[in-house]
């Protein structure tokens, strides 16, 4: 059976100046897989062996500190991600009804892709804008005071965005 | 005259950017435009204050949209209220601020966070050239006297002073010693240290200068939540800013001392929250707590001596050092010196951040300056200190805010998330949402809480569910001490806190729950029956049709009925009912 390292073909030139930033310095491999995940969007499994191998440690171990943080991803997000707050506050403000209509909608369980790989749904801790709750970001752009149709409505747009595009 | 808009992080997401940019497109060439920070006012966002040359308060405008802009511009050349008289934020709105006592939030929304001369004309690095001074300057040993003498205490929830921290870090030998803020502000529910950064950038920086010179650090490093990434552009921006004007770098303003800044962007982790977790993960490892001793101030960050406190705490420090130790300690209780600030948040009515002189009571924060449950609906409980803490129910209201009267009370102090519940909120719930969290976020190493918070969880899982078995609530409590009494670290010993403290003061919930196969809040969706009342139900039909599942059977201008056996519960009847009918039963 091949191996799902040598399967995966990710540039790895585009990691180099981080590599060469970063790679000397001491403790520094969670910027240099932060950087990584910015460049590639998430965490090709090559990628991970390529920083193993620079910054002379092992996969295992590299692999042990990203799967340790939520903020890193093992596949890959749509261009639209998704990231449903459910803090206490959002929680105590219905977060969940906002959860299940996204599913619904969009067909796709927390931590998934829709199958046209537009949307990526995380269900997240806590935002910190819970003034607004209940929020999600998607992307950048943040957005409070949400109920099931609102939250519909902005996925709508995404998509009717992206349909007028393509 | 000069209009300034309040952008933070919830500002924006409620507009502020297009109002902001709205303005820009019609400004006339006597007005100028600016950005502040945020002023915590966050259930009038977006917010717009005008001020004139002498920098005094006009106006405060509220719920701005980018189509007042036109309105608000005609203003400023002609000054009649009489256009705006709707924006203008209202007397009782505005009472919000003025119960308030800001220490560490004096700057928020006034000053603009990305101009090092606003920050200067508000007082910013005063404290700094203080300490500095060739002659009249503070020895490191006498900024840490100035510190005890105020009884500050760590703000991040543990309330350990402050002062002792330092003198420890100070006393440690070695010449190579950091310092460390902590912004992996993880709190579900607190949004205070994010709001600092936003808004103040400089009281930060300044605060922790402060903090290195005081232990001899040569090197200062933020570590920042990666969620936050405005607050990270800021203080970044900030950091450049200080350091071109000398206060960052070698030899700052002409003095001995020498100091440098960085910023590390964590990467979501609850338990970095914890000082040995958090240096952990500042050294490129998974964050797992270390044992304790060696304290941080003997051996943290590289193993040399380290001092980390939270955001608020610097926040607080170039204050006390210009006002003098005592001004600080003169306000709060015996035991809890200065003030605090709380995220305001839930079924409140105004909800945002707030800070307030330690002592006055829970009450007084959550009625009159929250003004009270949203809806007029009843006031439940109140949850403090987030996954570590607990919910204090209504006739402890009273109870003033203090670290040991908090605790008392089985909630704590906690970085100060606050959010508050109404009638509608299932407390057994909220103790499952809460080991959701910590269940989740144990790092593992410790087998009582590894294990211990699953099993917890489980066991609520299936109490809300309805599965709850006889012996429950028992298998519960045991539980909780196990855990507690069988963690390392602050994460595990604090995680049976929300279970036990709604355990203490909600248990006929937890046995309603149980026994009954009932959700007193009608919040549990599978303990939730709907119902139709005859006498209320004018037969209009519209449930019947809603219904997904045809469990609604009736005829036009009878009283409707809800099949038990079909009905999914999915509310959709309770949400479409014009007259009340539907029932949570």
Known sequence: MECACTKQKSDLSLLAPVLAEYASVRGSLITILQKAQEIYGWLPVDVIYHIAEQTGTTPARVLGVATFYTQFRFQPVGKYLIMLCDGTACHVNGSAAIAAALREYLHVENGGTTADGLFSLSIVACLGCCSLSPVMMVNEDTYGSLTPQSALAIMKDIQAKEAAQA | ?585
């Open chain 2, 1 to 585: 005259m000069r209009i300034a808009v309040g952008q933070g992080s919830c500002g924006i997401a409620a507009g502020a950017a297009k109002v902001c940019a709205a303005l820009q497109e019609q400004l006339p060439p006597n007005v100028k435009l600016g950005t502040v920070g945020c002023i915590g006012m966050c259930w009038l966002e977006p917010i717009v204050d005008i001020y004139d040359d002498d920098n005094t308060l006009l106006h405060r405008l509220v719920r701005v949209r980018p189509e007042d802009a036109a309105r608000i511009l005609k203003w400023t050349q002609d000054g009649e209220d009489f256009n705006i008289m709707d924006l203008i934020i209202g007397k009782d709105d505005a009472q919000f601020l003025t119960q308030q006592t800001r220490i560490a939030l004096r700057n928020c929304g006034l000053i603009d966070p990305e101009s090092i001369e606003s920050a200067l004309a508000a007082g910013g690095y005063s404290a700094v050239g203080r300490i500095l001074s060739a002659d009249s300057g503070m020895t490191p040993e006498e900024v840490i006297e100035c510190i005890k003498v105020s009884g500050l205490a760590g703000r991040g929830g543990a309330g350990f002073p402050t002062w002792f921290k330092w003198n420890a870090a100070r006393q440690s030998p070695g010449n190579e010693k950091y310092l460390i803020c902590n912004a992996d502000e993880g709190d579900p529910g607190a949004f205070m240290d994010r709001a600092v950064i936003e808004s103040d950038p400089h009281t930060l920086i300044e605060g922790m200068l402060i903090g290195a010179y005081a232990i001899g650090a040569q090197e200062a490093i933020v570590y920042v939540r990666a969620e936050y990434p405005l607050a990270i552009r800021r203080l970044e921006h900030a950091i450049e800013e200080a350091r071109a004007a000398g206060y960052i770098g070698k030899n700052i303003m002409g003095s001995d001392f020498s100091c440098e800044f960085r910023i590390k962007a964590g990467a979501g982790a609850f338990v970095c929250g914890e000082e040995t977790a958090l240096i952990e993960s500042l050294q490129g490892q998974r964050g797992m707590p270390r044992l304790k001793p060696p304290f941080p101030a003997e051996a943290g960050y590289w193993n040399q001596p380290s001092n980390i406190n939270n955001v608020e705490t610097f926040a607080n420090v170039a204050w006390i050092i210009n006002n003098g130790g005592e001004a600080f300690a003169a306000m709060g209780t015996a035991d809890s010196k200065g003030t605090k600030v709380f995220a305001l948040t839930g079924k409140i009515r105004r909800g945002g951040l707030v800070e307030i002189p330690m002592g006055m009571t829970l009450r007084q924060v959550i009625f009159d300056i929250g003004g009270g449950i949203r809806d007029g609906k009843a006031f439940k409980a109140v949850q403090m200190g987030g996954p570590s803490g607990g919910c204090i129910p209504a006739e402890l209201l009273d109870t003033v805010i203090d670290y040991k009267k908090l605790a008392a009370t089985g909630a704590i102090m906690g970085s100060g998330g606050m959010v508050v519940m109404d009638a509608d909120t299932c407390m057994v719930s909220m103790a499952k949402f809460f080991l959701d969290f910590t269940a989740k976020e144990s790092c593992g190493k410790c087998v009582h809480c590894r294990i211990g918070t699953k099993r917890l969880q489980e066991i609520l899982t299936r109490i809300v569910e309805g599965n709850g078995r006889a012996g429950d609530i028992e298998l519960l409590e045991e539980l909780c001490l196990a855990v507690r009494d069988g963690a390392l670290c602050g994460l595990g010993q604090t995680a049976p806190n929300p279970v036990l403290s709604t355990l203490r003061y909600f248990r006929d919930e937890f046995e309603a729950h149980i026994r009954d196969k009932q959700c007193p809040a009608h919040s549990c969706t599978a303990l939730l029956r709907y119902g139709i009342d005859a006498d209320t139900c004018r037969g209009c039909t519209l449930c019947a049709k809603k219904c997904p599942v045809s469990a609604i059977s009736g005829t036009a201008k009878n009283a409707h009925r809800i099949d038990p056996d079909i009905c999914v519960r999915c509310g959709a009847c309770y949400a479409v009912c014009k007259f009340g009918a539907v029932r949570k039963l």
